[in-house]
DNA sequence: TAGTGGTCTAGACCACATA
DNA sequence: ATGTGGTCTAGACCACTAC
């Protein structure tokens, strides 16, 4: 089926190469595939068309081709294998591994992350501003506003706010809020971006914890709770999601990845 | 002074270059370089040897030498010019611009950092193992423990906790406490590893704050204080330090920065 | 055995900085 | 005007995978 897949591969080149472009022509093909994966024009898993065929297909050399391929091994957007191919790489694995809420247990070496369910309190629409307009809302679009309870090993209860853009994840909005289950949330979001989370901005402040908060998480009255604020991006840098973890104080360690410079 | 320039590069190949090795030799030239970056062969802000001399003093072809010196920019270690040449990252500007305490202030638009200061309280050899052992003392070498306060815009206060191997580090030891200031600190780091942090690993936990911390910092007694804790590593993957903040309630951000992907 | 990606080369042209 | 890095090419050889 060799035929196909460089059909393919010029129906790529047909819709995503650029008319005219100031970049170089790896950085064009780089962020061609970049938005195709985006878009969903290859599925997570798939496999793409090989260098030769986009030598064939668009006006790179085998070297270019190979760089701007290498480029996306090394964002972890794709895969390669000597003697298979590229593949798209599966990033819908988000559900085992999230970037956030990755608890750490008492004592485990190495470590290892608790497991983590979730269940949803309450949705609104909002359409005054707020600190996440400057990430997901810059226009002041409507978003919409989750409040979920994260349990941690069933031993810890973390109260979360979450901020979407409402128009970009219709689901968040239509669907029953008894649908909005842990697993879902994930598949939405990836409907959208076709990818998971790519990497996360993070921040931590105190507050006090309001009523909502105090009812349905181990956080108390009266005392600043500490407030973990995460703003997720996807491959293509767009913002999708702010989100306010009010952490109650636990013996347990809170992952917090690697943070590299600036 | 051309003939200079070759020279140091043939030296570098001389003390550098692997005897026999498996790794693609882009691979090879890329060790070699951080290798010597981290041993202060090439100071920071020192010009390197133009892609034509590497060319003339290794096995490597340009595309090669290219190859290598890209990765380096990729990972911040270089950076390169047109016309100009290739010279290591100034990774020593960390007291400008450093990787923790870094705080937003109320209401900053775009995000500014606020001034910090130090002064330092403590200091004692800890041979007893603890949390820091399998970072810092995997074999249990003596550590050095210094204990700060740092002073966010002269308005917070928050208690430093932090250790690094005793033997890596002697100025820590050895100078009096009094000149262990905040711009020394940075410096001994360096003259260890020649570079400044490259990246932290970064979690959250939470504990009944020591007696030390109350009297010395905005923490208060009886509440659970959040303790950011941070291991911070070189170039070469080592840890350097490891360190614990004692962050009091305030309305102050704090930016923990971007965490990618596992 | 055929096809894949991984490495490496030699050479070309260009944009930019410096003197 | 010279030298620098940035891009791009055409082609070679190899290691590995799949058939």
Chains 1, 2 share one sequence.
């Not at 409040?147 to 706010?161: A, M, N, P």
Request: charged letters at 25%; glycine letters at 4%.
């Amino acid at each position: 089926m060799k035929t196909f897949s460089l059909d393919r591969a010029n129906e790529f080149v047909r819709r995503y190469w650029p008319p005219e472009s100031s970049y170089p022509k790896h950085e064009q093909l780089r962020r061609a595939l970049t938005e195709s994966i985006v878009e969903g024009f290859w599925a997570p898993g798939a496999r793409l068309p090989t260098e030769s065929e986009f030598v064939a297909s668009t006006p790179c050399s085998l070297g270019t081709v190979q760089r701007a391929l290498r480029e996306l091994v090394s964002q972890g957007i794709i895969e390669r294998r000597r003697g298979s191919g590229s593949v798209v790489a599966d990033l819908n694995a988000p559900t085992e591994m999230p970037l956030h809420m990755r608890y750490l247990g008492d004592d485990a070496d190495p470590p290892a992350h608790l497991p983590r369910y979730t269940r949803v309190l309450a949705r609104r629409i909002v359409n005054e501003p707020g600190p996440w307009s400057r990430y997901i809302a810059p226009d002041n679009q409507p978003v919409v506003r989750i409040d979920r309870v994260f349990s941690i090993d069933r031993r810890l209860e973390v109260y979360s706010v979450f901020y979407a853009d409402a128009a970009q994840f219709p689901e968040l909005v239509e669907l029953p809020v008894e649908a909005l289950g842990n697993r879902n949330f994930k598949v939405f979001m990836a409907r959208r971006y076709h990818t998971a989370v790519h990497r996360v901005k993070q921040a931590l402040r105190f507050e006090q914890p309001p009523d909502e908060v105090v009812r349905n998480s181990d956080c108390e009255a009266g005392i600043p709770a500490a407030v973990l604020n995460v703003v997720g991006y996807a491959l293509n840098e767009a913002a999708m999601y702010y989100q306010d973890f009010y952490l109650p104080p636990s013996s347990m360690v809170l992952d917090l990845g690697v943070a590299v410079r600036s």
